[in-house]
């Protein structure tokens, strides 16, 4: 059952984080498998004449949201609400929020979020919408709010607030992750360290499509000279970072450019009666002989695997090997999801060993070159036969696995 939980993070200003831990959430838009769950984060601000309110929750949790502010505040005292990206995770309760402050309040955003909130929920919403530009600063409360854009981190609505006096960022999307961490913060490191996979996996699934952004942003954000000396990060999901708040950018930073992990290789294949599987066997064989470290992951009529959770392990991995069976003329229906995928969301320059089975003719093999072809991704070599893997099917198999780690190192 999802729960609120409502914290102070900061006294000075006095910053009070309102986190909707959402439990119940299956399939991450309706995609992403994430067992782990996630919490959308609203923080509120209390300053001298003002009292903002920094995005709000999911719909779903409308009430459970408005019971919480109503403790923290009067929402007809909200002065100004920031909406720093319009997907509903964030927005979802902001037009019961604006009904009981009765449209009192400012509402600051992009151009782009002011289309999307009329879209979203109609004209009354954004009648005193305030458009701001990116780098644009505004006075509030006796504090300066520096508004950058960071369009693609997620949508190309998205920005982030800058409060410059105590250098606070209010980072939405950008700093957050998947999970439910059992802290707020990242002052415990081992709360840290299982959370960060968390958050691999939400780069990769909600903004691996446009990765490159985050590259380009990250250094935009470095280049203003915000995050090096920022003393807090609050996202819009999981932990706020206020011990080491440079480790998440650069976490994110490390996901963007697709740093590998040492001997890590991700192995990935269905198998349908045993054939590829066969072979995969041999494959992981090899690579443990040669001191590598096989990250598994396999369709069979047993199990599936989750795509998203797939997803998260590629960015750090040093290559990819592809299992893959001819089905009717074609890839593996499962295969073909998880590579369409992993090319448009995760497209790196890694090293990719195809390993192929198929009855009357092989198909799937050359399909999945073609596909290498087109993007980031090095085809070292396709080892394909029929059936069973016969003795010289084993030995090229090996000699496949050993081409590939003389490609990575
Ligand atoms: C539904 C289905 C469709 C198949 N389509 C093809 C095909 O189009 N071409 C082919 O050569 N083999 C085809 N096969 C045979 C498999 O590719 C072959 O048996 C392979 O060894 C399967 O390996 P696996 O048991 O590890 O999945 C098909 C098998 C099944 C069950």
């Known amino acids: 059952m999802p729960q609120v939980r409502v914290e102070k993070v900061c006294s000075d200003p006095e910053v009070h984080l309102i986190r909707i831990d959402d439990d119940r959430i299956k399939y991450f838009e309706a995609t992403w498998d994430i067992p782990e769950g996630i919490t959308y984060n609203a923080y509120l601000m209390k ?28 929402p007809k005292e909200i002065t100004h609400i920031i909406v720093h990206h319009t997907e509903p995770d964030h927005s979802g309760a902001l037009p019961k929020v604006l009904e009981e402050n009765g449209y009192r309040a400012q509402i600051i955003g992009t151009a782009f979020a002011r289309n999307l909130l009329q879209g979203f929920y109609g004209e009354k919403v ?13 006075q509030i409360g006796g504090k300066t709010f520096r508004f950058i854009a960071v369009p693609w981190l997620h949508w190309p609505d998205t920005m982030i607030t800058y409060v410059v006096e105590d250098k606070l960022i209010f980072s939405c999307d950008a700093g957050g992750g998947y999970g439910i961490p059992e802290s707020i913060d990242d002052s415990d490191g081992k709360v840290v360290e299982e959370y960060l996979p968390h958050v691999t996996k939400y780069i990769v699934t909600v903004i691996g499509h446009y990765h490159k952004y985050i590259v380009q942003n990250i250094k935009k954000l470095k280049e203003l000279g915000i995050i090096e000396s920022a003393k807090m990060i609050l996202p819009g999901h999981g932990l706020v970072w206020r011990k080491n708040p440079m480790r998440i950018f650069e976490h994110y930073e490390r996901v963007g450019a ?4 040492k001997d890590k290789v991700l192995v ?47 960015p750090d991995s040093e290559a990819l090997i592809i299992g893959v069976s001819t089905y009717e003329a074609d890839i593996h229906p499962r295969i073909r999801y998880v590579l369409y995928e992993i090319f448009d969301k995760t497209n790196y320059e890694k090293p990719v060993l195809i390993v192929g089975a198929f009855g009357w003719g092989g198909v799937a093999g050359k399909k999945i070159e073609g596909l290498i072809t087109t993007s980031k991704f090095d085809l070292v070599d396709t080892v394909e036969s029929r059936g069973m893997p016969a003795k010289e099917d084993e030995e090229k198999l090996r000699e496949g696995v050993r081409k590939l780690v003389s490609w990575i190192s």
Do not use: C
């Not at 697709?258 to 992990?261: R, W």
């Not at 992981?284 to 599936?304: C, G, H, S």
């Open 47 to 74: 300053l001298k004449d003002a009292v903002v309110l920094f995005d709000t929750a999911k719909g779903d949790y409308t009430d459970l949201f408005m019971e919480a502010l109503r403790k923290l505040v009067d």
């Open 268 to 314: 990935i294949y269905d198998s349908m009666y045993g054939f590829v599987e066969g072979r995969m066997e041999i494959v992981i064989d090899e690579l443990k002989k040669l001191n590598k470290k096989p990250i598994v992951y396999r369709f069979t009529d047993k199990e599936a695997s989750a795509v998203s959770d797939i997803l998260g392990e590629v």
């Open 126 to 138: 954004v009648e005193n919408f305030r458009v701001v530009n990116d780098g644009e600063e505004m």
């Open 258 to 261: 697709g740093i590998p992990t």
